[in-house]
């Protein structure tokens, strides 16, 4: 069971669909099933009472979550702890943040939309949704320092949607004036939403978008391998 955020924006969940339509396609003998936490449906104990009424017993849920922030820590585990009056024995992977993978995939994004590696004439702001949990956000700073570090562009600045600074408007200006010609965003979110539009409307016009992590091979790889993480837990439980 993967569970996302949720969004009013009916993007959000068609790309959450789609990331699992990938994941199985690579483990067709799974039975994989979306659902949200807030503002989308299937809400996850909906989800949880169908799998039980199915007939399972036990079940894992991978939270789509880039990172171990307020959601991960206590939304999930929650709506988890509401499963056990159903007799369902449920265990919780890890997020899916941070991992190599991520990385890739979105600098994977950056290069569709057409920010070539090397290039000083880009400056990349790194945009995330950002928390209030301290350590969420520092992943994000860690990320933007080893872009900055290896890929050859004028510089790379992280920026966050709510709760933490620099927002994006604030970080696109630091790129300019340190000698970025061009500004593009790279999504560190995995669907579009109302938080990556915000981010879009800061940049400017002129800025290079590049599209959310989304159906991305190397994100449903890793959907499968906090998949299997969670599995060796149970079993070395039991």
């Known amino acids: 069971m993967a569970v996302a955020h949720g969004s009013r924006d009916p993007r959000s969940a068609a790309v959450v669909n789609e990331l699992l339509g990938v994941v199985r396609a690579l483990r067709p003998e799974l039975d994989v099933r979306a659902s949200f936490l807030e503002l989308s449906a299937p809400r996850l104990p909906d989800v949880l009472r169908a799998v039980r009424a199915d007939g399972h017993r036990e079940a894992v849920v991978v939270p789509l979550l880039l990172g171990r922030a307020y959601h991960a820590r206590v939304d999930v ?19 899916l943040g941070p991992d190599p993978r991520l ?3 979105a600098l994977r994004r950056l290069a569709e ?6 290039d000083r ?3 990349v702001v790194l945009a995330a949704a950002g928390s209030s949990h301290a350590r969420a956000n ?8 080893r872009w900055a570090a290896g ?3 004028a510089g790379v600045e992280p920026a966050f949607a709510a709760s933490a600074a620099p927002d994006a408007a604030v970080a696109a200006a630091r790129l300019r004036a340190a000698g970025a010609r061009r500004v593009a965003v790279a999504s560190w979110f995995l669907a579009p939403g109302l938080l990556p539009d915000r981010v879009a409307g800061l940049v400017g016009a002129d800025a290079v978008v590049a599209a959310p992590l989304g159906a991305d091979p190397e994100v449903a790889e890793l959907v499968l391998h906090r998949y299997a993480g969670a599995r060796v837990g149970v079993a070395a439980i039991a």
Request: a negative charge.
């Open 103 to 105: 990385e890739s995939a």
């Open 151 to 153: 890929a050859g562009w």
């Open 121 to 123: 004439s880009w400056g």
């Open 77 to 95: 585990p929650s709506a988890v702890a509401e499963a056990a009056v159903l007799g369902l024995d449920v265990a919780i992977a890890d997020v």
């Open 138 to 145: 520092a992943v994000v700073r860690a990320t933007a320092r």
């Open 113 to 118: 939309a057409g920010v070539g590696f090397g």
